[in-house]
């Protein structure tokens, strides 16, 4: 039998005025009487089986309308949710963090039902509908294709259904009686995710206008509370993320409370497509991808430029800090990667082949190499803290359709370091660690919030030397200051770490730097050294990144930069544009000079007018350009142009040269 949850909107019997004193606790009350406890400390006497939408008639006419839901002892209910017991109620309003979520399902809902609409229930078999930070979503299975151009058209359908302001009703069915009516509509997608919920309890199914899916809910009271949506794109996505099951159609939409909301959104995204660091990259020559090595960035020139930029600047201050640089094999023995633990918990992001009959792996990370180096010979404590640093190509493997551009590959570069300590020099050396990623992120303009994450699932070590490595990591952070929050669960397979995530200029977070202590490693390696009492004991090992991927990391700077990047990392810093033929030598000497006072430039001497080449070199996001006419060749001087500030004026070629030199000292 269906048990249909009614909508009860109020009436007779209900009191406002009955406030009870603030001591007394929400409650069942006796009779038919329910007790309400308000955020403002009163409670009141409702009869029962009052909704929340009626309570909120009775706080203040027209409160019902602005609310999504409600929160009933902390848990999100709906509006017409009959109270059969009192408790803690709360209203959810548009500005609570969890509104946005509840609006966007719903407006999932509505796009299911617009796909049923237009393409007919036969046609069409939905899978899921879901809500996530960058918006709303339907996968569904239809009998033909549907393409971008038909967007616009299931968008207008479902401004239809908003306008026919159709209630969500919730249903609660038992499993049987649920499973019944999902295989009379030929639900099966839906049925299937039915069918593998745990448990025996009643099912939620939430119906509007003849359209019915399964959802824990709550949804907005009706459809018509949605004012501000866009279909962005539609793709294929497989049944739930399987390459072996069918592959469905992903229409995905944004949707916010104003619309006002909804476009600043869309000038967002307009703005990280103008940024998107594939379209520059191709733009500014600085990397490409090929079909031949799917996910391997091939660098060129220019890319390669701002790259060793990057690894100089960190090289400098690492060899300032008393760090060591090494380099260790890509290809080591499968024995390795047992001993390091990597085997058991990293097998299926490794890439393998066979050497001389035995199995070798492409190294994923750099610490067995560094726990090696370190056991290569006995070490006394007087050498700790024994701080190795290595710009080490690591491969990993991710499925094709995870791949991202810089943002997600399979072949990358880590500015990774291993710092061997005693015990008593973990506080100190990480927040050593902690300074040096300041610097780095302070001098390229990024803020950043931090991460502790706690020991994963799949963690291998005794617990009480996780506990030990977080107490540590806790300990530094707290002395420090630091502002952080909890990831439990989350760490490294061998030991806790501290996450940096950066936010660029569109205010997008990347989890980038990382700080990770370890205990095990050292056990699985029996690396040792020699204390001042003449015994052996065990270091302590902080595994350390600051850019993270190199390759993700150039990603990100070029969106952030939008591809103008700071002169330090620009790959051409200087172009020299002769006026014309004549000046051609002049613009070259300069050019020579320029590159022997260690500045990346070009000069550009084609016949093109001077107006186009300026214009290229402007597209080319170049900090500075020297014109050289026929004066300025006579004198060895320049009529100097900047990036964003337009004409510098005329000056000698030794007094620019200065001027660039301040401007990459200063950073």
């Known amino acids: ?295 391997m960035p091939f660098y060129l020139p220019r890319g390669m430029a701002v790259r060793t930029a990057l690894e100089d600047f960190a090289r400098r201050l690492q060899l300032r800090r008393g760090y060591e640089e090494v380099r260790t094999p890509l290809l080591m023995n499968r024995r390795l990667w047992e001993e390091s633990g990597h085997w058991d918990h990293y097998k299926d992001q490794m890439y393998f082949c066979d050497v001389d009959g035995s199995p070798y792996a492409l190294k994923p990370m750099n610490c067995p190499g560094h726990m090696l180096i370190f056991g290569s010979r006995l070490r006394s404590y007087r050498e700790l803290p024994l701080r190795l640093a290595e710009f080490g190509q690591v491969h990993r493997h991710e499925f094709s359709g995870a791949l991202s551009g810089m943002m997600r590959v399979r072949s990358f570069c880590q500015d990774d370091a291993h710092l061997f300590v005693r015990p008593d020099q973990i506080g100190e050396e990480i927040g050593r660690v902690m300074d040096l990623i300041d610097e780095v992120y302070g001098r390229l303009g990024f803020s950043y919030r931090m991460e502790l994450s706690t020991r994963p699932a799949d963690s291998m070590g005794a617990a009480e030397l996780w506990e030990q490595a977080e107490g540590a990591l806790r300990d530094v952070l707290e002395r420090r200051g630091a502002d952080y929050r909890l990831n439990e669960g989350d760490g490294a397979f061998y030991g806790p770490k501290i996450d940096y995530h950066v936010l660029d200029a569109l205010g997008r977070s990347w989890q980038c730097g990382t700080i990770q202590l370890d205990f095990q490693m050292p056990e699985k390696f029996d690396l040792g050294y020699v204390g001042e009492d003449g015994a052996r004991h065990r270091p302590v090992v902080i595994h350390r990144a600051v850019y993270g991927s190199i390759d993700r990391f150039l990603g990100i700077l070029t969106e952030h930069f939008a591809g103008a990047f700071p002169l330090w990392l620009a790959p051409v810093q200087a172009r020299v544009l002769p006026v014309s033929e004549a000046q051609r030598e002049a613009a070259e000497r300069m050019r020579e000079r320029l590159a022997e006072a260690g500045l990346r430039a070009d000069a550009d001497s084609r016949a093109e007018k001077l107006g186009s080449r300026i214009r290229e070199a402007q597209l080319a996001k170049i900090p500075y350009m020297l014109v050289v006419g026929e004066a300025e060749a006579d004198a060895g001087r320049a009529a100097v142009r900047s990036r964003g500030g337009g004409d510098v004026g005329t000056m000698e070629l030794e007094a620019f040269v200065r001027l660039a030199e301040q401007e990459i000292q200063s950073k």
């Open 1 to 295: 039998m269906e048990i249909r949850e009614q909508k009860n909107e109020g009436g007779p019997g209900i009191d406002p005025a009955a406030e009870l004193p603030r001591s007394e606790s929400a409650g069942e009350c006796g009779g038919s009487e329910i007790r309400i406890a308000l955020p403002s400390g009163k409670v009141r006497r409702y009869p029962a089986g009052t909704t929340a939408a009626a309570v909120a008639d009775s706080i203040r006419p027209g409160l019902r309308a602005k609310a999504a839901a409600a929160r009933l002892d902390g848990r999100l209910v709906d509006l017409d949710l009959p109270l059969e017991s009192g408790g803690a109620l709360e209203l959810v309003l548009p500005d609570d963090p969890e509104a946005l979520e509840l609006l966007r399902r719903s407006a999932a809902h509505v796009l299911a039902h617009a796909l049923k609409r237009l393409y007919g229930d036969d046609a069409v078999t939905i899978g899921s509908c879901f809500a996530g930070k960058d918006g709303f979503g339907c996968d569904a299975r239809l009998d033909a294709p549907v393409g971008a151009g038909e967007l616009v058209r299931i968008e207008k359908e479902m401004e239809r259904i908003v306008a026919e302001d159709l209630p969500f009703t919730r249903m609660s069915r038992s499993r049987s009686e649920a499973e019944e009516r999902l295989a009379e509509r030929g639900e099966a997608l839906q049925l299937e995710l039915l069918r593998e919920r745990p448990g025996d309890g009643p099912v939620a199914l939430y119906g509007h206008g003849g359209f019915e899916a399964l959802e824990e809910g709550p949804l907005l009271p009706s459809t018509g509370r949605l004012k501000a949506f866009r279909l962005m794109s539609v793709a294929g996505a497989y049944w739930r993320g399987d390459s072996v099951r069918p592959m469905l159609q992903r229409i995905h939409g944004a949707a916010f409370w104003k619309k006002a909301q909804l476009g600043e959104h869309l000038e967002r995204l307009e703005e990280a497509r103008r940024r998107d660091h594939r379209k520059l990259g191709k733009e500014l020559q600085l990397f490409l991808f090929s079909e031949e090595a799917p996910g």
